[in-house]
């Protein structure tokens, strides 16, 4: 890497073009990382969550309070928006100009930049490992409550006596906070592993009901606040351990807990990234920057800080992808047909090699870290064109985003079961060639098609796989990372009273195979999956049916024809 042409993260932050990232091209160069292999370790017993039982009820109001936040910010979008049009009203030119990136000019295909490890770890070290010394919590429903607009920087509170400027906050118990304290003198230390183990032991005293000074009072929100910020002091623990697979849980669960804090996603996206899991640390970044903004945060180095790091990670996803390639195409009206081939075509002589199927994505808007703005009316879009070596891939793609309900189905009997050799071989085709490809593809799409194409049915019906394997810890890191996908839909897009039914049922589900809890009622991905099936068949019923009409058809035509020329000849 050459240390000479990279430039600093403070330079890189206090340029002079404080609203863009410019890329740079240099794209062949390949990224040196800071962990090395992990090492698979045996996991200690995990500690119930806390609230657990709650989580789903408190789902409906997190619904509430985010579609609050939404209007308000849908407010003063239509006030820029309603400015603009009255500035291009009174400017012409305007409008000359943002007709530059539409699909009628020349295809511009964007380059993703180098970012050096240097700067992803200064991201780290400025954003990540923060607020070390203090205990820091974010009580969102007490924001709310007070008529204070909620905010995602955390309240401190380092004595739980004296708490200037913040005496509305709930109390935390006194007994949590000497372990809390405890804990973070021993990170202070560098005793990681002590303070893991005392993290531990709070996190088990929160769960006996031991969070706030006046338990009975308390809402369920206050004290998943507080379990959210024990966990993500589990997280920096393993993290400075350099145990990236022992954190990984705890870092699902701080979402899982509290998904409105951009920390907690910004925490998953460097586990992700430790563990070499770059599409999936890109998408946690995105939401991070996103959860930033819609939480009222206003601190531009920080958003620009953090759209860095997911620009570094989708440069890292792309480098290290062999079985597909990606371009990138800007464009500002609706997409024809014609356009779509127009980008096909560049896609095939830019990238030769991976032309055995080329899939474009249709579902939902893409952004760029280069140019994303959260509050520009509208944002920058952008086309993405997938190119594969293998056309089986591209295929099945195709074929789950034209599908309400998504299922992976290659079944030589669709309603018999699967003997083990099938299960592992789905088991492999999915965790290595599906779920890569769909998280490579939600790490620029902020909000797409919540039943199709989202990500999170494919993993907990890959969950059901590893479960048949009794691969448990793959199992619990699977449902995990999907509970806290799902938690965190709502602050992400708009669903409707049925998706929202879905949601609490796919997460009541997902909390009872976590638990170990059975019932006589299938789990929901499960019964998803064989609507799938049944859709499948009848789908293949259908086809065979038309084929062997056509068939038949032709047939007749020619057995009429030649009964036409045996009478002509005689």
């Known amino acids: 890497m050459d240390s000479g042409s990279s430039r600093n993260l403070e330079n ?14 240099n ?25 657990g039982d709650k989580q789903v009820e408190i789902t409906v109001e997190r619904i509430k309070m985010t579609k609050s936040i939404k209007e308000k910010h849908s407010n003063d979008l239509e006030k820029v928006a309603f400015k603009r049009k009255a500035e291009n009203e009174e400017n012409p030119a305007g409008k000359k100009e943002a007709k530059i990136t539409e699909l ?43 008529g204070i607009r909620p905010s995602c920087q955390a309240a401190e509170i380092v004595d739980p006596l004296h708490v200037p400027n913040f005496s509305f906050l709930p109390q935390i118990d006194k007994w949590l906070q000497l372990a809390l304290k405890d804990a973070s003198s021993c990170y202070r230390q560098k005793k990681y592993a002590v303070a893991a183990g005392q993290f531990r032991t709070a996190l088990e005293l929160c769960s006996k009901g031991a969070a706030l000074g006046k338990p009975f009072e308390a809402s369920a929100e206050d004290i998943a606040s507080v379990a959210s910020f024990i966990e993500t002091k589990l997280v920096t623990c393993y993290l400075r351990m350099r145990k990236p697979d022992l954190a990984l849980n705890h870092a699902h669960r701080s979402i ?131 190119g ?35 299960t592992v071989r789905h088991m492999e085709t999915m965790g290595k060639r599906i779920l890569p490809i769909l998280d490579f593809i939600r790490s620029t799409q902020l909000n797409g098609s ?60 997902a909390m009872d195979t976590l638990e170990g809890r059975r019932n006589d009622k299938e789990r929901v991905w499960n019964t998803i999956q064989k609507v799938g099936r049944i859709e499948d068949f009848l789908y293949q019923l259908e086809d065979n049916f038309l084929k062997t009409k056509k068939l038949r058809t032709a047939r007749r035509q020619k057995t009429k024809l030649k009964r036409l020329q045996t009478v002509q000849q005689s």
């Not at 990382?33 to 090492?39: G, H, K, N, W, Y």
């Not at 839909?489 to 708009?494: A, E, G, K, T």
Request: aromatic share 10%.
């Open 27 to 51: 794209t062949n160069k390949k990224m040196s990382t800071l962990a090395s292999q992990p090492r698979i370790l045996e996991t200690s017993q995990e500690v119930k969550k806390s609230c």
């Open 104 to 146: 009628d000019s020349t295809l511009i295909t964007m380059p993703l930049p180098h970012i050096p490890l240097k700067n992803i770890m200064d991201v780290e070290a400025k954003l990540v490992y923060v607020d070390e010394e203090a205990v820091s919590y974010e009580f969102v429903e007490s924001f709310v409550s007070t």
């Open 256 to 386: 899982v807990l509290n998904p409105a804090y951009f920390r907690n996603h910004l925490r998953q996206a460097t586990v992700f990234r430790c563990l070499e899991r770059y599409s999936e640390a890109a998408r946690s970044a995105m939401i991070a920057d996103y959860m930033f903004w819609l939480c009222g945060g206003s601190e531009q180095c920080i958003s620009k800080l953090i759209k860095l790091y997911w620009q570094a990670m989708i440069e890292e996803a792309i480098t290290r992808a062999e079985s597909f390639s990606v371009m990138y195409t800007p464009f500002a009206t609706k997409i024809r047909a014609d356009k779509i081939e127009k980008v096909r075509e560049v896609f095939t002589k830019t990238h030769p090699a991976y032309v055995e199927y080329i899939y474009t994505d249709l579902q939902g808007v893409h952004m760029l870290p280069q140019t994303v703005d959260w509050s520009s009316f509208p944002p920058q879009q952008y086309l993405l064109t997938l």
């Open 450 to 509: 919540f039943h199709g194409c989202s990500g999170v049915m494919e993993k907990l019906q890959y969950a059901s796989l590893l479960s048949r394997l009794q691969r448990v810890k793959e199992q619990s890191q699977v449902i995990n990372q999907a509970m806290a996908e799902l938690a965190t839909i709502p602050y992400l897009q708009d669903i409707s009273q049925e998706e929202t039914e879905l949601l609490q049922s796919l997460m009541a589900d």
């Open 388 to 422: 594969f070596k293998n056309k089986e891939d591209g295929k099945f793609l195709e074929k789950l985003s034209s599908r309400k309900l998504p299922t992976f189905t290659e079944h030589k009997t669709p309603f018999g079961l699967l003997t083990k050799e099938d």
């Open 12 to 25: 890189t932050v206090n340029r002079d073009c404080p609203d863009q990232l410019v890329p740079k091209i």
